[in-house]
């Protein structure tokens, strides 16, 4: 069954400094996506970015980047420069096997990230 | 664009009584998901539907709750009868049929005293 990991329950981190965010998977199916959304105190989800599993290069917007490891099976999310607002929840999802269309995507723990001014 | 709108923003109820929540997706999105969040489960999946016809509602947790998508613009849950265990944030997602990405309604805060 397919399955996300987020070992971080929590982190502090200074403003400006670069963070990553663990996250690791489990499938056995060749064909997945990985995404990460953000949610902030005030409760919305917002995505951030994804990842699929053909893609040769690492997906970006932004300052979000994805370090994905496919042998590793890990998709962390780097943050460059943090700021205030990326004060929040971070979750790390995958899409389960089948096409995009009939496929759910399920959830990690998530990481509440804190950033110190 | 206009994202995904939810009613009512924020639901008490007494036990017992039929609670339903309403989301609109985004036009064009074909793809409508029903999420539940709570502090001990997180984020769980309830129900899925593809061009309005439900795929998957292995998540639905009882026969108390259900799900219609009468028209491509208009979807609905609803608990009958409420319970307090049933205190969450509920979300409605949408998506194009060949897109990956998700996009969140604003969730619907529901407190069942």
């Known amino acids: 069954a397919q399955k996300i990991t987020q070992t971080q329950p929590g982190m502090f981190v200074q403003e400006k400094e670069a963070v990553t965010l663990d996250c690791t998977y489990d499938?056995?199916?060749?064909?997945?996506?990985l995404f990460w959304y953000k949610q902030p105190s005030s409760g919305e989800m917002i995505f951030l970015i994804y990842?699929?599993?053909?893609?040769?290069q690492n997906a970006t917007e932004g300052r979000y980047s994805l370090n994905f490891q496919k042998a590793r099976k890990s998709a962390n999310l780097v943050i460059s420069a943090s700021q205030l607002g990326d004060s929040a929840m971070y979750f790390c999802a995958m899409r389960e096997a089948g096409y995009s269309s009939a496929s759910k995507i399920i959830f990690g723990s998530g990481t509440r990230l804190s950033i110190r001014p | 664009d206009a994202g995904v709108i939810q009613s009512p923003r924020h639901e008490v109820t007494e036990m017992g009584q039929e609670v339903t929540l309403r989301c609109k997706p985004i036009s064009g999105h074909n793809s409508l998901f029903w999420y539940r969040q709570t502090m001990m489960r997180g984020l769980e999946l309830l129900i899925y539907?593809?061009?309005?016809?439900?795929?998957?509602d292995s998540g639905m947790p009882e026969d108390r709750f259900s799900a219609k998508m009468p028209n491509a613009s208009f979807s609905t849950l609803k608990i009958q009868p409420s319970e307090p265990r049933d205190s969450a944030v509920y979300f409605c997602?949408?998506?194009?049929?060949?897109?990956?990405?998700?996009?969140f309604g604003p969730g619907t805060r529901l407190l069942v005293l």
């Open positions: 539907f593809n061009n309005n016809v439900p795929i998957d």
């Open positions: 990842q699929g599993s053909y893609d040769q």
């Open positions: 997602a949408s998506k194009r049929t060949v897109q990956e990405t998700q996009y």
């Open positions: 499938t056995s199916d060749p064909s997945y996506g």
